[in-house]
């Protein structure tokens, strides 16, 4: 039987890289948001009501992990200036969902393109098979993170 248990120290370099990358893209993110009228988490919310479309408060709460009292004025801010509305649900009209407005797309889709803009800066002089790796790896790694999460959901649920 094969030993599956990784070396402590890679693990630990691992993590550290990871937390360092998540710091420069943070930084970079919000100074790229300087530019647009919405903040961190509003970007983080625009980004998940683009990607999944209309949601209720409460699931947008759930995919941002915030409080949904927390969510309800992130909301408020962003309807006031005009990037999302509130909006009855066709099927059921006591539900009342978040939609994603013209003026909200417009400024995720660039601050997504800026993004990746700087990220293809950062790449610039890294060889395309070395990108192709990088992509694989994060790709794995994403996925096993999902899977752990589903796994940790069902023991929880048990």
């Not at 630990?12 to 990358?21: F, G, H």
């Not at 948001?33 to 509003?42: D, E, V």
């Not at 509130?86 to 400024?107: C, M, N, S, Y």
């Not at 098979?129 to 940790?152: F, G, P, R």
Request: glycine share 4%; proline share 3%.
């Amino acid at each position: 039987m094969q030993d599956n248990k990784k070396p402590k120290q890679a693990i630990t370099e691992i993590e550290k890289e990871l937390r360092y990358i998540a710091g420069i893209i943070k930084q970079k993110g919000r100074e790229i948001l300087n530019s647009y009228p919405i903040t961190a988490p509003q970007f983080v919310a625009l980004q998940w009501l683009l990607e999944e479309g209309d949601l209720t408060i409460g699931e947008l709460s759930n995919k941002i992990n915030l409080a949904c009292s927390t969510t309800t004025d992130l909301v408020d801010r962003m309807e006031k200036n005009e990037i999302v509305e509130r909006a009855r649900d066709p099927k059921d009209r006591r539900v009342v969902r978040i939609h994603l407005l013209e003026k909200g797309k417009t400024i995720i889709h660039e601050v997504i393109r800026k993004r990746q803009e700087y990220l293809g800066e950062v790449l610039e002089n890294v060889p395309n098979d070395k990108v192709d790796l990088l992509y694989d790896i994060l790709h794995l790694l994403h996925e096993q993170m999902k899977e752990v999460e589903t796994i940790n959901i069902k023991t929880k649920r048990g």
